[in-house]
């Protein structure tokens, strides 16, 4: 079974930093590209980046490009988001997605997300 | 604003056909496979639907997905209560090089 499951989110002040991780299982890692994809409470989905299944390539929103960085480690089986910056409108529940094959392939498996809170 | 467009809502009877439409553009669906979420609170999204048209296994033939142009729909049939969810579209967008979402249509079972 496909488990991926976030961890790291917590309540930050503006321009404050927080480190997001997530651990995966049941799935060949390293085949597949991943991404963080956010939910803002009340709100809609935004994808936010996606990184190669080498990690040697990644993508960003135009919203966090210079802010976050993607990252994983395959020998750990688990994804990064560092998060630099903070605003108030990076609240929202994070969720780790495994992409079917690249990063322009679908969002095959979901965690549940994690929180992140930005505020004074 | 989402990239692509989704009714705000909308709602049926046990038993009954729904259909949740998905509008974009030539650089999106006009372009790109969609794919459609299932989303609960409290549980992780779910892929209902890739490349248009294509179903996971395990996912019930009840949901299927189609796409013209630039519009793409997800029906459901025989509604059941469980079917009652947050739904969302998605597609890669050529233009904004990034992944594109609809706004979400919430789905209730009367």
């Known amino acids: 079974e496909v488990q991926l499951v976030e961890s790291g989110g917590s309540v930050v002040r503006p321009g404050g930093s927080v480190r997001l991780s997530c651990a995966a299982s049941g799935f060949t890692f390293d085949d597949f590209a991943m991404s963080w994809v956010r939910q803002v409470p009340g709100k809609g989905l935004e994808w936010v980046s996606c990184i190669s299944w080498s990690g040697d390539s990644a993508d960003y929103a135009d919203s966090v490009k210079g802010r976050f960085t993607i990252s994983r480690d395959n020998a750990k089986n688990s994804l990064y988001l560092q998060m630099n910056s903070l605003r108030a409108e990076d609240t929202a529940l994070y969720h780790c997605?495994?992409?079917?094959?690249?990063?322009?392939?679908?969002?095959?498996?979901w965690g549940q997300g994690i929180l992140v809170t930005v505020s004074s | 604003q989402s990239v692509l467009t989704q009714p705000f809502s909308a709602s049926g009877t046990p038993g009954q056909r729904v259909t949740i439409s998905c509008s974009g553009s030539s650089s999106n669906i006009g372009s790109k496979n969609v794919n459609w979420y299932q989303l609960i609170p409290g549980t992780a999204p779910k892929l209902l639907i890739f490349s248009d048209i294509h179903r996971p296994s395990g996912v019930p033939d009840r949901f299927s997905g189609s796409k013209s142009g630039t519009s793409a729909s997800l029906a459901i049939s025989g509604l059941r209560s469980e079917d009652e969810a947050d739904y969302y579209c998605a597609a890669w967008d050529d233009s904004l090089n990034a992944w594109a979402f609809g706004g979400g249509t919430r789905l209730t079972v009367l």
């Open positions: 997605a495994s992409h079917g094959g690249t990063c322009h392939a679908n969002f095959d498996y």
